[in-house]
């Protein structure tokens, strides 16, 4: 594959989803490699976003390596580094109680930040894509935001689905915050995955480039 002589001048760098857009299920989607091969010879700059919390920046690579696409850890980005760096900016010294799967608890417990399922010391309830979301959980959210009136709804993403190979998918973060906001009558505060500005700002962190000179490609407008 070959770029048209004007790739280079249009764009300073290039920020690719993965699932959906490189690769889907366990398999490279067409022409990803080729593409991808283009762009590292001419020495332009990539990275990869996910708004999936479900996995480690490592297990990306791993992926990634795995499917023949050579890839560091800085050049990777994903809802759990955006959520991390979004409390540590806006809500330092929060307590917070993830609905989410071991990777962002893990890099939460990381970053120092406390976490609770007291429902009066909550002040963030983060919804997530969580595959052991419980009637428990929702309990908890629920106590902290409407009961104790003190915390506020955040989410790592809002995919309503995760699509998988076959045409089938499951239920993502947009099924729990649907959840919490319809039993607590609260309405989300913010969402740090895409299409949220940070999560573009957090993948290009250490580049010196323009955001308005960055293409991102997607396979879904909404995230």
Not at 27 to 40: N, S, V
Not at 146 to 173: K, M, Q, S
Not at 179 to 208: F, H, Q, W, Y
Request: aromatic share 8%; glycine share 8%.
């Amino acid at each position: 594959m070959t770029l048209s002589p004007r790739g280079s001048e249009l764009y300073d760098a290039y920020v690719f989803d993965l699932d959906g857009t490189i690769y889907l299920g366990e398999d490279l989607l067409p022409g990803a490699a080729e593409l991808l091969g283009e762009l590292r010879r001419r020495d332009l700059p990539v990275r990869f976003l996910s708004n999936n919390p479900t996995k480690s920046l490592e297990q990306y690579v791993h992926k990634l390596t795995g499917l023949g696409l050579a890839a560091d850890l800085e050049e990777v980005t994903n809802t759990v580094v955006a959520m991390v760096r979004w409390l540590q900016a806006e809500h330092p010294g929060a307590v917070v109680f993830p609905i989410a799967e071991q990777p962002l608890i893990d890099a939460l417990t990381a970053a120092g930040i406390e976490i609770s399922d007291d429902p009066a010391r909550i002040d963030v309830v983060i919804a997530s894509y969580d595959r052991t979301f419980a009637y428990a959980k929702l309990q908890v959210a629920f106590d902290a935001i409407w009961f104790h009136e003190r915390a506020i709804l955040v989410t790592t993403n809002p995919d309503r689905y995760c699509p998988f190979p076959g045409g089938r998918g499951e239920p993502d973060a947009a099924a729990v915050v649907a959840a919490i906001e319809a039993c607590t009558s609260t309405t989300l505060a913010k969402n740090v995955g895409k299409p949220d500005p940070a999560m573009v700002r957090a993948a290009l962190a250490g580049l010196d480039v323009d955001l308005g000179r960055c293409v991102m490609v997607g396979d879904r407008l909404g995230t």
